[in-house]
């Protein structure tokens, strides 16, 4: 069975920074295309980014492209979000999802598994 757990969550001030690790277990992770989803109070759970099986490839939500970024370490079965000038409108429950397939997946229902999200907020 696979499991997604994500880490690195916490509270930082605006501008501020952080990474994101999502550690999958109970099988390999370069056997899965992957995503980062958020969701804020009030607001349904939407794309920060997907990658396809190999990490080439990528689709990004408008909002953050040029301050986050995404990377994987098949080796350590773990994808990172790295996080940069962090805004107010990125708070939210963050949550890794793998997909047993090749290419990016956008929609999250076509995820197998997720994680059970970090929290992140972002303040003055």
């Known amino acids: 069975q696979v499991h997604l757990v994500e880490s690195g969550g916490g509270s930082v001030q605006i501008g501020g920074s952080l990474r994101l690790s999502c550690l999958l277990s109970g099988s390999t992770l370069s056997s899965y295309a992957m995503g980062w989803f958020r969701q804020a109070p009030g607001k349904e759970r939407g794309l920060v980014v997907a990658?396809?099986?190999?990490?080439?490839?990528?689709a990004w939500t408008e909002s953050v492209k040029g301050r986050f970024t995404i990377s994987r370490d098949d080796a350590k079965n773990t994808v990172y979000l790295e996080m940069n000038s962090l805004k107010p409108e990125d708070t939210a429950v963050y949550y890794c999802?793998?997909?047993?397939?090749?290419?990016?997946?956008?929609?999250?229902?076509?995820?197998?598994?997720w994680g059970q999200g970090t929290q992140v907020t972002v303040s003055s």
């Open positions: 990658t396809d099986r190999d990490g080439r490839n990528a």
């Open positions: 999802a793998a997909a047993d397939r090749y290419a990016v997946v956008v929609p999250a229902h076509r995820y197998d598994y």
